[in-house]
Every structure is written in structure tokens, then in C-alpha cells.
């Protein structure tokens, strides 16, 4: 079973940036399409950006331009460089595979202030 944890989070002034890290367990990052989500208060869970096996990418429009997904196949983590914050990246972030999905884990605060 896939085992996810987040970490990273924290709180900053908008304009500013975070690196996100996922360290996956159970299975391989390299082999799964893996997605990083967001979930602010009082809204849905919302995928932001994903990798696919052959290292091709894709984002969510609200995000496109300033967030990068990348993984260290090596290391078995999924990186989410996130740049230009806005207050409305406020949320709790979290990483999964798309293609085996596993249980969430407690994913990582990310508060940005205006």
C-alpha cells in the first residue's frame, strides 16, 4: 500500500515561495502518475499539478506559471516548487498517486499572507 508523507509547509508573505516533499513508500514514484492536491477551508480537495511516468506534467490553470512538480526517483519524492504565493494558495496540501492511490496522509499547511 502506498504510504504518502507531506512536508514543507509553513507560513509566507505573498510573492514569496515553498518547496513542498512527498516521501512515498509502498511503491515507486517513477512507475505512478503523481499528483500533489490542495484543500482550503470549506471547499473541495483540488488536484494542482501532476507528473506522469514518462515525466510529462500538467497543472491546474490557477497555478500554471508559478508551481513546478518534480520528483527524485532516487529518493522516491515528489517536489513541489511553489513561487509567486498568493493568498489563494492558501490550503492544506497533499501528494497521492493517481494511478494507486493511497490513503491520504496529513499533508502540509501552506498560509499565505497578503
Known amino acids: 500500500q502506498v504510504q504518502l508523507v507531506e512536508s514543507g509547509g509553513g507560513l509566507v508573505q505573498a510573492g514569496g515561495s515553498l518547496r513542498l516533499s512527498c516521501a512515498v513508500s509502498?511503491?515507486?514514484?517513477?512507475?505512478?502518475?503523481m499528483g500533489w492536491y490542495r484543500q482550503a477551508p470549506g471547499k473541495q480537495r483540488e488536484l494542482v499539478a501532476h507528473?506522469?511516468?514518462?515525466?510529462?506534467?500538467n497543472y491546474a490553470d490557477s497555478v500554471k506559471g508559478r508551481f513546478t512538480i518534480s520528483r527524485d526517483n532516487a529518493k522516491n519524492t515528489v517536489y513541489l516548487q511553489m513561487n509567486s504565493l498568493k493568498p489563494e494558495d492558501t490550503a492544506v496540501y497533499y501528494c497521492n498517486s493517481l494511478s494507486r492511490p493511497g490513503s491520504w496522509g496529513q499533508g502540509t499547511q501552506v498560509t499565505v499572507s497578503s
Open positions: 507528473i506522469f511516468s514518462v515525466g510529462s506534467r
Open positions: 509502498g511503491s515507486l514514484v517513477s512507475i505512478n502518475t
